[in-house]
């Protein structure tokens, strides 16, 4: 009968373990110093959607070319030429702005929190106090 090696003493080359992630739906430009990317929606279900588009510009996005960004292989818009997909157009806009635009709204929620925090508490009575906790924590796995 022939003998046979545990698994222990068995040796095999143990390689990196390849890790799958799935392609995004949008694809990512190489970043460029100095702006930020966005994809902007310009159609919603198949209908044009010309508001959003026109608000964008007046905020300072422009539409991004397919010449320009060859990384992507994407052909553009035949008319215009701008990298569109499903809907969206990427767009850029210059980082000073973009987070001034983040600021900006940053503070619109923080504000409203407040608003909201301060009719809670106003509804507070001495005799049943209410009391605000603002933490909150997630668990990932088993208990």
């Not at 070319?65 to 969206?88: H, R």
Request: hydrophobic share 30%.
């Amino acid at each position: 009968m022939a003998t046979r090696d545990s698994r222990d003493l068995s040796t095999r080359e143990k390689g990196a373990r390849f890790v799958y992630r799935p392609s995004s739906a949008l694809p990512d430009p190489n970043p460029i110093p100095g702006f930020t990317h966005r994809w902007v929606m310009t159609h919603l279900l198949g209908q044009i959607e010309p508001t959003n588009m026109s608000r964008k510009l007046r905020d300072g996005y422009v539409p991004c070319k397919a010449v320009d960004y060859p990384e992507l292989m994407l052909q553009g818009n035949e008319k215009t030429g701008n990298i569109e997909i499903g809907g969206l157009m990427l767009c850029k806009i210059p980082t000073e702005i973009s987070e001034g635009m983040f600021e900006y709204y940053t503070g619109q929620s923080q504000a409203q929190m407040e608003a909201v925090d301060n009719s809670f508490m106003r509804q507070s009575d001495p005799r049943m106090p209410l009391t605000m906790e603002k933490r909150s924590s997630s668990t990932r796995g088993r208990i």
